[in-house]
């Protein structure tokens, strides 16, 4: 069971690198506003998914429980909405490389919380490991050169906010995630998200030159690199512990690098191969040594 967490763990990665190659290819070629492009995928992602769970779900619905409705709100506009606004802005305000990085520190976040919980024990070694895994992104997506990290005030703000929002986007759904289902519950999720980010920038107002091209890029950036990534990650939560599952994702950065260098004919330097080098045996010593410590099923529905 371990392993089917961790490959869903890894494929939300591969497919959100897949998305970050066409959301750079929108914004290079098309002058795609990024607070238009999270808008339009999160509320049709939404839609899809949540209509997709309508239609194989037969018979009564479990209805939600005011608590739960209110702790769905919170998913939906601190989780959903929050890590894609705030990605994006640490984008604007400092580069890709150093959202990428600030983003990738979620799991520490993850880690602190579980241990203040009691849900996890501190585990040196791991800790450690989680380390190693953060120096070897460092060094994949800013190529070791800590003179290229120019970052604002805003920026350094906002990508640890993006940090803090994936962090309670992984961990606060999962009573609901038990209750009423991944696809339910990441429809809903991106739904809400989705509409409640219309009056900043509604998709009806997507202000660049739509081709057949482009619309492709928009489509499966909905698709293969929003609806599946984020059910693969919640769905993940089932058989692998949190700070594990979002340690994985790190095959993001590795996979957006390589294909940037087919895509965009960038080089590899040592300093990133050694980096690859780093986040590989990290996750693997990880994967074997992380138990699944998750609270049980009877236990989170309490």
Not at 25 to 30: D, P, S, T, V, W
């Amino acid at each position: 069971m371990k392993i089917r967490g961790v490959l869903l763990a890894c494929s939300a990665g591969a497919l959100w690198a897949l998305s970050g190659i066409m959301c750079q290819i929108l914004f290079e070629e098309y002058l795609v506003s990024p607070e238009w492009l999270a808008s339009v995928r999160l509320l049709t992602a939404g839609v899809l998914l949540t209509g997709l769970n309508l239609f194989q779900r037969k018979g009564p619905r479990r209805k939600f429980s005011p608590s739960d409705f209110f702790s769905l709100l919170l998913f939906s506009l601190i989780g959903m909405l929050g890590v894609q606004y705030t990605y994006f802005k640490a984008i604007q305000y400092s580069g890709a490389a150093i959202a990428t990085i600030l983003q990738f520190t979620g799991p520490i976040f993850i880690f602190i919380f579980l241990v203040m919980n009691k849900e996890k024990k501190i585990n040196f070694v791991e800790v450690l490991l989680m380390a190693a895994t953060f120096l070897g992104v460092f060094l994949i997506v800013a190529e070791g050169n800590i003179q290229t990290l120019n970052i604002s005030p805003m920026g350094f703000a906002m990508g640890i906010a993006s940090a803090v929002t994936l962090a309670f986007y992984t961990l606060q759904p999962r009573k609901l995630l038990i209750k009423y289902g991944e696809m339910r519950i990441a429809g809903l999720g991106m739904l809400i998200a989705g509409v409640a980010f219309q009056p900043l920038r509604p998709i009806w107002r997507p202000e660049f030159q739509m081709d057949g091209y482009s619309l492709g890029l928009v489509i499966s950036i909905i698709i293969f690199g929003t609806a599946l990534p984020f059910l693969f990650q919640l769905s993940s939560l089932r058989f692998i512990e949190a700070s594990l599952a979002s340690v994985l994702t790190v095959v993001e950065p590795i996979l957006a690098t390589i294909l940037s260098v087919v895509l965009f004919h960038s080089l590899f330097v040592k300093v990133q191969l050694l980096g690859f080098a780093v986040v590989i045996g990290s996750v693997i010593l990880l994967t074997r040594l992380s138990d699944k410590k998750v609270l049980p099923e009877d236990e989170l529905i309490k």
